[in-house]
Every structure is written in C-alpha cells, then in structure tokens.
C-alpha cells in the first residue's frame, strides 16, 4: 500500500514540482540579470509571463496520461488562457499591445520632458502597461499607455528647446521700444539667439511673445520664470506698462500714475533693478527621480556607443600601430561604466 501510494507521487507529483522548481529558478535568474530600475524593465515583466505560461504548458505535457486526455488538457487550458485575457479587460491587452508599440517606436526615454495634453513631467519608468511621470509637485503620476498612443505627445528635445513668453501691451506702446526690452530680456535671462514676435492684435491690446534657445532642457523650469522676470523687470525699466486697457475700467487711476511696482518707478527708465536673492535650482527637487533616470539612460546608451567601438576595434584587427592599446583602454571603460551603472540600477 504504501510503495504504491509513494509509486503514485513519484508519478504525479514529482515532476509538476520540479517544473515549478526550475521555473521558479528562471524566474529569479531573471529578476536578477534585469534590475526593476533598468531601462529593460519591460521585457522583464514579458520574460516573467512568458515562463509562468510555458511552465503551465510543461506540466500539462510531462502529466502521465493518454494522448487524448493530453490534448483535451491543453484545450482547456487555452480555453481558460482566452476566458482570463477577455474577462480581465481589453484595456489590460491594449495597453500591453501600447507598451510594445512605444518601446518600438522610441519616441522619449526615462529624464525627458513630456506633455500629455494638460499633463507635463519628466519621464521616470517606461513600463509594459503605464509610464510614470514626475510632475512638477514632485509627484509620480502613471498614464496608461494606451492614453499615450492615443493622444499627441509632444516631447521636449534633450538637444535644446526655445523658452517663451507671453504678454499683452496697449496699442500706445511703441512697437520698436516694446521689441528692444523684449529682446534684452531675453539675453539677460540667459537665452539664445532671441526673437520676438507679434502673436495677435486684439481689440484693445497686442500679444507678443519673446522666445530664445535653451541648450541645457534640465533646467527648463526655471529658465521659464527667469525669462518671465526678466521681461517684467525689462518692460518696467524702459518704462512700458504691463496692462490691457480694460485694467483702466476695473478701479480709477490718478492720471499719470503708471502701474508699476514703485521700486521700478524710483529707478526710473533705463535703470538696472536690484540683484534677484540666489536660491536653489527647482529642478533639483521637483523631478530628482526622473533626473537619476535620465542619467541611467545616458549611461546606458554611453555604454552601448563604448561596446559598438569595441567591436569595430577588435574587426578591424589588432595589426595596426596601437590597436591592441586602445582596445585595452575603451574595455576599461566599459567596466567603469558597467559599475557605474549597477550602483545607478540598486538606487
């Protein structure tokens, strides 16, 4: 009785368990060789559902029962397969399927500025079914993907962006005068080849908005408020004063008395203002997440353009005058950069 009784786990149940065992081992091999913080992150989680799948095929397979049984067994199983995907959503499969198309086409990686409609952040995690954001309350925010191939993305360029300004003067504004503090704004805040244009001319205003060439996007968020002061402090010191007409309508003015903050009406036209107080870039604290991302997606792709080198290194030979050397060097390189980035991976 009790030879058969150990006969029949033997037959049963030792083989499901050693499946689930080197399954369970795959997995964790796995989850080891790609870190949840790696840019890979996407086909971890794929990799991860592919062996649970196969694994439940495997025993199915290695179950000591008739071909026939063995077949209606895998038809079940695929039956129940279907039931879950169609019961658990189709959203779950289009975001998935979203994921994929994202990961194919590439249009941002982790540390980019995206703007979703009337969201914007950095880029902190691309994953198979959302992408996470860091917004500028520092908050981690998750878009579905399907929501990202459905709407227009627009992506700011790590190459340089331009940074703009808005604002609307009266019509006794000298156009020359308004284009000429406009335009020293924009240097003065540290900006690019600056221009200015005419965006509108309204019934009782006209919009212009100033614009200059950002090289650094990281600090795209402060340089947008410095060119903003700079505007003001520029309009207020050649005298020009920020305010539509109607503002006129809104409370009695004493005439003559521009609207301007009284310290830029003592230094008169022309006169440079006060020294703004140093504080700390914003960026550092709104999107450090997302800053540490974009680091570990430069590296990575460093490390990549180090491995291509290599390569072209070592098929081109090692006859010629120093090869051999600079080979040495780029490999060294390589591991520098391989530590660097598996500190970057453990957080």
């Excluded at 700011?156 to 003067?169: E, H, I, K, N, R």
Aim: proline content about 5%; glycine content about 8%; charged content about 20%.
């Amino acid at each position: 009785m009790a030879d058969a009784l150990l006969d029949g786990l033997a037959r049963w149940g030792l083989p499901p368990l050693t499946v689930v065992a080197f399954t369970a081992l795959a997995v964790w091999a796995v989850l080891r060789a790609i870190p949840a913080r790696s840019s890979l992150r996407i086909f971890r989680q794929l990799a991860v559902v592919a062996l649970v799948l196969s694994a439940n095929v495997v025993v199915v397979l290695i179950l000591p029962v008739g071909p026939e049984l063995r077949g209606q067994l895998l038809s079940l199983f695929g039956l129940v397969l279907t039931a879950i995907i169609a019961l658990s959503s189709t959203t779950l499969v289009a975001n998935a399927m979203a994921g994929l198309m994202l990961r194919a086409v590439g249009g941002f990686h982790p540390g980019d500025f995206i703007q979703i409609e009337s969201h914007f952040g950095r880029v902190t995690e691309q994953g198979l079914l959302h992408t996470e954001l860091q917004s500028e309350d520092r908050d981690l925010m998750s878009v579905p993907n399907l929501y990202l191939i459905s709407h227009p993305v627009k992506v700011v360029s790590d190459q340089g962006t331009l940074v703009s300004a808005d604002v609307s003067l009266g019509y006794d504004a000298p156009r020359r005068s308004v284009e000429k503090a406009l335009l020293a704004a924009a240097a003065n805040a540290g900006l690019a080849e600056p221009f200015m244009q005419i965006k509108a001319l309204l019934d009782h205003a006209v919009a212009y908005r100033v614009s200059g060439y950002l090289e650094d996007v990281r600090s795209l968020v402060s340089k947008r408020t410095e060119l903003n002061a700079a505007v003001l402090d520029g309009l207020h010191g050649a005298g020009l004063e920020i305010v539509s007409p109607s503002f006129m309508n809104q409370r009695r003015l004493e005439p003559g008395v521009p609207v301007m903050p009284a310290a830029a009406v003592e230094d008169g036209p022309g006169q440079t203002a006060e020294a703004e107080p140093d504080g700390a870039e914003p960026e550092q604290l709104m999107f450090d997440k997302a800053e540490l991302a974009g680091r570990l997606t430069r590296l990575q792709k460093q490390r990549a353009d180090v491995a291509d080198q290599i390569k072209a290194l070592e098929q081109a030979g090692k006859d010629r005058p120093g090869a051999e050397e600079e080979i040495a060097w780029r490999k060294r390189q390589l591991d520098t950069l391989d530590e660097v980035i598996a500190t970057f991976e453990r957080g």
